[in-house]
């Protein structure tokens, strides 16, 4: 069975002084339209990684706008997050041998999620996990009503193709999909209501909201990093995909010419991600008896306002991702007004634009040489800081993102889908703006 997430409530209207003029009102005219609708989310996990964290504050917005929306997770064994890992992997392109019983593992779990079911006028489903939930329920008959959305937030570029053939079927049944860049879209997915949209960070939640130098000094002190020491930061689950062992190769190449240097590595453990645990194995290992180096988990008491901390804290932010679907980590750093270094895949580029608001790099090597840099001129910092915390604000503020969701709803019900989003006019080659009216 599915499990409802409580949410605590939000209102739009505390948004205005980090939008430009004109946004709140423009989304309020969309969402009367639409007042009153019954919508639902669904994903794999209420807590750990960016969908979670952008549901946390999604769900509430929209019903502070009249909707009535639920978030519901599902519910899973270790058996079945353990083949759903194994499926994101290999939908991000990981060689992955399935083994016949794979598939029945997670058709079946979503069968049993898919027990007493409720209707809603707009149900979107989030990522491959629960994609089968639409197939599963119409396919016994219950013929569930409203408009089904799926919710892609991963790159299946480079999918492996036995993976891909697994979940097209039930990604067909869609009535529409969202992306979050338009080559993530993989061939044979109905064009069909397919809307370009990516993610967003919540400005006023707890992990972005303002936050004090004495705030700051006191998660510093409580986790013992020296804020009169350089300060380097990943915030990323313990995955092979954000390569925190490359990091930690980064910062030894850096610490040769600042030996003060401190590197912290914060990684929750997401409830639908068995490999966490083995990857902070490894990234303990690695980083031995180096002591600058903090390695910090949820299960350390670092949660949302230590993070903020973490990131404000940071001389520079890094997201050594070798692949990415959006990466909300890199937004966060650039709304605090922090330069980012990131791996040049996925959603980075979108967000770091190069020699602007920090640098995108192919190789730890060329990671560290761009961190070293940084770390040499503070005023460098500061400007490419300044201008990354305008690019958030212009297009990846939640704000964005929950007009684009409404648009989507309106379009989908009207049957009159456009096959961008309005607010995802191109600017540097790709991203959504938030501005009255779109971009
Ligand atoms: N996050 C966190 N604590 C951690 C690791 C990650 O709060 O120890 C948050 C992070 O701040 C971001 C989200 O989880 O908001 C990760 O989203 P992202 O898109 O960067 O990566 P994903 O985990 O979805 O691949």
């Given at each position: 069975m599915l499990t409802t997430v409580g949410v605590a409530p939000r209102e739009l209207e505390r948004y205005r002084e980090s939008v430009r003029e004109g946004v709140i009102e423009a989304i309020r005219e969309d969402a009367a339209k639409l007042a009153g609708a019954r919508v639902l989310h669904i994903n794999?996990?209420?807590?750990?990684?960016g969908v979670a964290e952008i549901l946390t504050s999604m769900v509430p917005l929209m019903r502070d706008l009249g909707l009535q929306c639920d978030w519901k997770v599902l519910t899973g064994s270790d058996e079945f997050f353990t083949v759903t890992k194994a499926m994101h992997n290999a939908l991000q392109g990981k060689n992955h041998p399935w083994r016949p019983q794979d598939r029945d593992i997670w058709v079946n779990q979503n069968k049993l999620n898919a027990e007493n079911w409720s209707d809603y006028d707009f149900v979107i489903v989030h990522d491959p996990q629960p994609a089968p939930l639409l197939y599963i329920l119409r396919d016994s008959g219950r013929n569930p009503q409203g408009h089904f959305i799926w919710r892609c937030h991963i790159d299946l570029t480079d999918a492996q193709q036995q993976a891909w053939e697994m979940l097209r079927p039930f990604v067909e049944e869609y009535d529409g999909s969202i992306w979050t860049m338009r080559q993530y879209v993989r061939q044979g997915v109905p064009e069909r209501h397919l809307k370009i949209a990516p993610p967003a960070i919540d400005p006023l939640s707890h992990k972005n909201e303002p936050c004090s130098e004495m705030q700051v000094k006191a998660v510093l002190d409580r986790f013992g990093v020296d804020p009169s020491r350089p300060i380097l930061t990943q915030v990323s689950r313990f995955d092979p995909w954000k390569d925190p062992l490359g990091v930690i190769s980064a910062y030894r190449e850096v610490k040769a010419e600042f030996p003060d240097v401190q590197l912290i590595l914060v990684g929750s453990m997401a409830s639908d991600d068995p490999e966490g645990w083995e990857w902070y194995e490894k990234v303990i290992r690695r980083a031995g008896e180096d002591w600058d180096i903090k390695i910090l988990t949820n299960m350390n008491g670092v949660g949302n306002a230590e993070v903020n901390a973490f990131q404000h804290a940071s001389d520079v932010v890094i997201q050594k991702s070798t692949r990415e679907g959006f990466g909300l980590t890199v937004s966060e750093a650039l709304w605090k007004g922090r330069p980012v270094v990131g791996g040049n895949v996925g959603g980075i580029p979108l967000q770091i634009l190069e020699g602007e608001c920090g640098y995108l790099v192919d190789s730890s090597q060329q990671c560290a040489q761009r961190l070293a840099e940084l770390l040499r001129d503070r005023d460098l910092r500061n400007r490419m800081g300044e201008r990354g915390r305008e690019h958030v604000r212009d297009h990846f503020l939640i704000t964005r993102y929950l007009h684009d969701y409404l648009r989507m709803m309106l379009e989908v019900a009207e049957g009159s889908a456009t096959e961008e989003s309005a607010h995802a006019a191109p600017i540097a080659g790709a991203v959504g703006a938030d501005a009255a009216g779109g971009a």
């Open positions: 794999a996990t209420a807590y750990g990684g």
